[in-house]
C-alpha cells in the first residue's frame, strides 16, 4: 500500500506564495508520473499539474506561469511551487500516483487565498 501525504497548505494573502509537498512511502524514481489536483468549492477535482519521470512537466491554463511543479527521486517527494496565488486558488490540493494500475491519493492539503 502506498501512501502519499501532502503538507504545507496555509492561509496567504492575495499575491503571495506557498510550496506544497507530497511524500510518497514508495520510491517515485521509476513512476511514471506524478499529479497535482485540486478540488474548490464544487465537488470536481481538476488536474493542476504533473509531471513525468523524465521531469516534462503540463500545467492547467489558470495556473501556468504561477505554478511549478517538481519532484525529487531521491527524497521521494513531489512538490509544487505556487506564486502570484489569487482567490480564486482556494481549494484543497491532492497529490496523486497510478502504480501498477492503482490510482493512488493522498488526503490533501488546504490553501486559502484571501482577497
Known amino acids: 500500500q502506498v501512501q502519499l501525504v501532502e503538507s504545507g497548505g496555509d492561509l496567504v494573502q492575495f499575491g503571495g506564495s506557498l510550496r506544497l509537498s507530497c511524500a510518497a512511502s514508495?520510491?517515485?524514481?521509476?513512476?511514471?508520473?506524478m499529479y497535482w489536483y485540486r478540488q474548490g468549492s464544487g465537488n470536481q477535482r481538476d488536474l493542476v499539474a504533473f509531471?513525468?519521470?523524465?521531469?516534462?512537466?503540463n500545467y492547467a491554463g489558470s495556473v501556468k506561469g504561477r505554478f511549478t511543479i517538481s519532484r525529487d527521486n531521491v527524497k521521494n517527494m513531489l512538490y509544487l511551487q505556487m506564486s502570484s496565488l489569487k482567490p480564486e486558488d482556494t481549494a484543497l490540493y491532492y497529490c496523486?500516483?497510478?502504480?501498477?494500475?492503482?490510482?493512488?491519493w493522498g488526503k490533501g492539503t488546504l490553501v486559502t487565498v484571501s482577497s
Open positions: 509531471i513525468t519521470s523524465s521531469g516534462l512537466t
Open positions: 514508495t520510491s517515485i524514481l521509476n513512476i511514471p508520473a
Open positions: 496523486r500516483t497510478v502504480i501498477n494500475g492503482v490510482d493512488y
